[in-house]
């Protein structure tokens, strides 16, 4: 039976990015090849190397990721204690923008795998942890030129309004600013 009433067409759907589309392909071909030099490491040797192999990965990411995580509370007490003190905190030192490249590399070293081990052990290295930042600030600063003007602005300024038949009803927030002449109240909103 129909009711005359058409059916409501559904939108296209947005093209998946990039990386939603190989990022998985990429994830499992790095678990393949992880498990694949696994098993020649130990059929080359034994699998007590294997084992203490992994076991040393551990011991040191946790050891690398604890560091970090020392060092980044000591310079959060620092600064908030120059800051109660009522000086400025410091610029920030130009050995100190490692930190969480440095707890990357100690998670990589966590991961069991031998590729992970070898990224992880390279992103411990400074010169190595440079240049991966200053790409990182590069590729950052890109996306950010590429980006529409006002997106994110556009997006603090819609709200969205869940009424209790499950309904959304979109709408628009607006700010009255302190120089405004006074307005008589709003209704009080209902559904």
């Known amino acids: 039976m129909t009711t005359g009433a058409q059916t409501p067409s559904t939108p296209a759907r947005p093209r998946r990015s990039r990386l939603r589309t190989f990022l998985p392909l990429g994830l499992a ?30 011991v040191l990411g946790s050891v690398v990721i604890k560091r970090a995580g020392r060092r980044a509370f000591r310079k959060l007490s620092e600064a908030l204690q120059q800051q109660q003190n009522g000086a400025m905190p410091a610029a920030a030192r130009p050995n100190s923008e490692g930190n969480g490249l440095m707890m990357l590399g100690g998670l990589l070293l966590i991961i069991p795998g031998l590729v ?7 992103l411990l290295l400074p010169p190595v942890q440079k240049a991966v930042s200053r790409s990182a600030e590069r590729t950052f600063e890109r996306k950010l030129r590429e980006a529409d003007p006002g997106t994110l602005g556009g997006a603090f300024q819609q709200a969205r309004m869940h009424r209790p038949d499950g309904k959304v009803v979109q709408g628009e927030v607006i700010r009255d600013e302190p120089g405004d002449a006074p307005r008589e109240p709003r209704p009080p909103l209902t559904h």
């Open 29 to 58: 071909a790095w678990l393949v090849l992880e498990i694949w030099l696994l098993t020649v490491v130990a059929g080359a040797s034994s699998g007590l190397v294997v084992f203490l192999v992994l076991l040393a990965g551990l």
């Open 116 to 122: 992970s081990d070898a990224v992880g052990l390279l």
